[in-house]
């Protein structure tokens, strides 16, 4: 019954719940939380923050490689680029988004922010070298492409069926996007 009146209060789209991929996952994670969170609203807002959130670094490389792949939009990836440019470009708008970040969110204790961030610069570094290896032939066409949820989105949300005849519909984002030649 509280779960019924919960999920009333949720967006709807014909009558269906309207929620992101990572609601099931919380929920899956651990019910005792989402629940704690979601429905009932409680955070941990207040108690002293001992390190920073993984969702801050997530949303920080989100963030790093949209800036990244925007002037990039329609151009052959990696073409003729260097792993070496790329890679100063990508720290560099790191560098950048790091401060942004830094000004703007709570980071934890500053030693433990900082051994993050240096992480960030080797785990940027791998990745770039792996995608400019396996990316031959595309043309990333969008970044943090959005779905289902406002006016201005460009698709609307996407509807998952159940095997017992319900459905629930989902909005969000798609990182990126990208054409391939054949």
Not at 36 to 57: T, Y
Not at 157 to 180: A, L, N
Request: proline share 7%.
């Amino acid at each position: 019954e509280a779960t019924e009146r919960w999920l009333k209060k949720l967006p709807h789209i014909e009558g269906r719940p309207l929620v992101t991929p990572s609601f099931p996952a919380a929920f899956a994670s651990c019910p005792l939380a989402f629940w704690a969170s979601n429905a009932l609203g409680l955070s941990k807002d207040g108690e002293a923050l001992e390190e920073w959130p993984r969702s801050g670094e997530g949303t920080l490389l989100h963030a790093v490689l949209e800036n990244f792949f925007r002037p990039r939009l329609g151009r052959l990836w990696p073409g003729l680029e260097s792993y070496e440019d790329c890679r100063a470009e990508l720290l560099a708008i790191l560098d950048r988004e790091s401060e942004k970040h830094a000004r703007e969110n709570p980071l934890g204790r500053l030693p433990l922010w900082n051994l993050r961030r240096g992480r960030l610069d080797d785990f940027l570094s791998r990745w770039l070298k792996r995608e400019m290896n396996m990316a031959r032939n595309v043309r990333p066409l969008k970044v943090e492409w959005s779905f289902g949820s406002t006016d201005q989105d460009t698709a609307g949300p996407y509807e998952f069926h159940f095997p017992d005849g319900r459905s629930i519909f989902f909005k969000g984002r798609v990182d990126r996007i990208d054409e391939t030649e054949t």
